[in-house]
């Protein structure tokens, strides 16, 4: 079975730094996605940014980039120039290809000092 | 992205008693999930909800508890039947807009108090 590992159930970050989220991860499915979403206190979940298995290259969102390391099985994200905004719970999930179904890490909650 | 309208967004009940979720969607959609998020938790898929077929329910959620339906592409429900102060959660309703690699996205939930 799929599972998603989120080793750091909160981080702190002052305004303006560089923090980095882990996520782990194992299947071993050779198709599938990978994500980042964000839950504010509001609860809706926001897709941050993704990444497809296939694809070697690193996707970037703004001020948002991962590290994939597939061999790894790893998948960080990297928040550049933090903002009072980014303060939410950031959950990593694991998509497989041939149902879309999303199993989901535990969840790291970044706090942005001001 | 596909708009996502849940109701209600809040609700407290009481023991014993059933609820049912509304989620509406602006577009055809070709997959659609539940999600529960227990107090401090993450989410946790309860089923699939297909189209003119019975749920796929995950293990640990069971029909007669979760009761899901899903007349049309556009539009499903969730049942929280004979509720318990265990069943206090959000519930979340998520959509696949069709195509490889095209993202989930989610209702805003419903929040769930059990007396």
């Known amino acids: 079975a799929q599972t998603v590992t989120q080793s750091q159930p909160e981080m702190s970050v002052q305004e303006a730094e560089t923090v980095t989220l882990s996520c782990t991860y194992d299947t071993s499915e050779s198709d599938y996605y990978l994500f980042w979403y964000k839950q504010p206190p509001s609860r809706q979940m926001i897709l941050v940014i993704r990444q497809e298995a296939y694809k070697q290259q690193n996707a970037t969102e703004n001020r948002f980039s991962v590290n994939f390391q597939k061999a790894a099985k790893s998948f960080s994200l990297k928040i550049s120039d933090s903002q009072l905004g980014d303060a939410a719970m950031y959950f990593c999930a694991y998509r497989r290809a041939r149902d879309d179904k999303i199993i989901f890490g535990k969840g790291t909650r970044l706090h942005i000092l001001p | 992205s596909a708009v996502i309208s849940q109701k209600p967004s809040r609700d407290i009940c009481q023991r014993g008693t059933s609820l049912t979720i509304q989620c509406q969607v602006d577009s055809q959609v070709t997959m659609m999930f539940w999600y529960r998020q227990q107090p401090g938790q993450s989410l946790t898929l309860i089923a699939t909800?297909?189209?003119?077929?019975?749920?796929?329910?995950e293990s640990g959620f069971v029909i007669d508890k979760f009761p899901i339906s899903r007349p049309n592409l556009t539009f499903s429900t969730l049942t929280v039947s004979n509720m318990s102060p265990e069943d206090s959660s959000i519930y979340l309703c998520s959509v696949v807009q069709g195509g490889d690699n095209q993202p989930q996205h989610f209702g805003d939930g419903t929040r769930l108090s059990i007396l």
């Open positions: 909800a297909n189209q003119g077929s019975e749920a796929t329910y």
